[in-house]
């Protein structure tokens, strides 16, 4: 082990916070009824303590910094504090230091209470053993005391990763390693300046200097997107990709079948409607796209890690052709054993409407495929296998795609946290 102790910075470190913290820096100024800011001085609120970013970027008073302050939480607390997403990897690094028994720690001048705030919203908060933060009151807030406050009693080695030049100061007096967060807000020149010990310009980089095994990664996570066909699911599949991005995690985006050139080809075959198969062919022409795809795309990309939201998996072929076609539900999945290789979604999000609405969606489109072109009764076994597999599966999520837009993307990203918070 290299360290067991690690300290983390918060805005500019682990979550990519300045649009938040800039509009309302921005904010404050106008109602002060000052001058706005340059985009160079905006960045420097990044990170310090509000009161004296003010007065130093500001040129305000003692007295107007303390104005400023009061209207910049107002407006950073009700629109401002969510604007900002967590940088990519963060979440695996903290899950892999984690995993190797060390202790981690947030040191921030934020208000403690609006940094807990931030750290619950995008599940970080499980991994810290302690947060450290400023209070509300107006005093002095030194970096230094903070990193002492949120050392632990007794280690053994620590360091501090933090992304500006009073973060390297503090750790180098505190007499820990500082390591600078070069995808952060600093330059690689301010932290090397400031007395960094090195800078890790990747999140990847920090995990070679903080892990004792910098190979080893923790597996991905593997979520399915599932339903009948208009149900929204490309929307929703969307949304769900950039919530999931704002969370920190890289997210590969696929589709079944399809996801390699091979898949991809055999898709094309199998919903072209100017072709005729019969059942047993169009299934196993599935389960052959599924076997590439496991082999060449979803699996690799979970071994590195990686969150694989799939349009469809091998739930489709139980209810498509195990129940639609009537081949047999356990005929379907016998043949797609050895295509997925025992591998299963973490989580499937189904997607329901009631067959006969899903129809008459269907009916009003054009362009319609093969397997869209099927008559209401096929889908009607579709509808009703899909309610036989979440009724008997866990990882099965059933959401209702009737509700808005908004309400069903809520929905969604609920059940997708709580995949995230569950390692």
């Not at 800039?22 to 100024?29: D, E, K, L, T």
């Not at 379907?332 to 129809?359: C, E, H, K, R």
């Not at 008559?375 to 579709?382: D, M, P, S, T, Y």
Request: charged residues 25%; proline residues 4%; hydrophobic residues 40%.
């Amino acid at each position: 082990m290299r360290y067991d102790a690690v300290l983390f910075d918060l805005d500019g470190t682990l979550t990519a916070s300045a649009p938040g913290i800039c509009g309302s820096v921005q904010h404050a100024i106008a109602e002060m009824g000052a001058s706005e800011l340059s985009d160079a001085d905006l960045q420097r609120f990044v990170g310090p303590p509000l009161y004296d970013s003010f007065q130093q970027y500001a040129g305000f008073s003692h007295e107007q910094a303390e104005r400023a302050v009061t209207l910049y939480r107002a407006h950073y607390a009700e629109s401002g504090i969510f604007n900002a997403h967590v940088f990519p990897e963060i979440p695996n690094l903290l899950r892999r230091l984690s995993d190797e028994g060390v202790y981690l720690a947030v040191a921030t001048a934020k208000p403690l209470p609006s940094a807990k705030r931030v750290l619950d919203h995008f599940g970080l908060s499980r991994f810290f053993d302690r947060i450290i933060g400023a209070t509300w009151e107006r005093k002095e807030v030194s970096k230094e005391n903070l990193l002492r406050d949120a050392l632990p009693t007794r280690y053994g080695r620590a360091a501090m990763v933090g992304d500006r030049n009073y973060d390297m100061e503090a750790a180098k007096r505190v007499g820990i390693t500082a390591i600078g967060a070069g995808w952060g807000y600093g330059s690689r020149l301010e932290l090397e300046s400031s007395g960094a010990d090195t800078v890790a310009m990747t999140v990847e980089d920090a995990a070679d200097l903080l892990l004792s095994d910098a190979l080893f990664k923790p597996r991905g996570f593997f979520i399915s997107i599932e339903g009948l066909d208009k149900t929204g699911k490309t929307t929703q599949m969307n949304a769900v990709a950039t919530h999931i991005r704002r969370m920190g995690y890289e997210v590969l985006e696929t589709r079944e079948p399809g996801g390699t050139p091979i898949s991809e080809e055999i898709r094309r075959l199998v919903l072209d409607p100017t072709k005729t198969m019969c059942p047993a062919t169009e299934a196993l022409l599935y389960a052959a796209a599924r076997a590439e795809h496991v082999r060449e795309f979803v699996r690799p990309a979970l071994l590195r890690g990686k969150v694989v939201l799939c349009d469809r998996y091998v739930d489709s072929s139980i209810v498509y052709q195990g129940a639609g076609r009537e081949l047999g539900v356990d005929k379907v999945m016998a043949i797609n054993a050895f295509a997925i290789d025992n591998l299963m979604p973490d989580l499937t999000l189904l997607f329901t409407v009631d067959a006969q609405t899903a129809f008459l969606r269907r009916s009003s489109a054009t362009n319609l495929d093969r397997i869209e072109r099927s008559g209401e009764l096929f889908f009607q076994r579709v509808y009703d296998a899909y309610v036989k597999i979440a009724q008997d599966s866990a990882r099965v999520r059933c959401i209702d795609a009737c509700l808005d837009i908004e309400s069903v993307t809520a929905e969604a990203c609920a059940q997708v946290d709580r995949l995230l918070a569950s390692r």
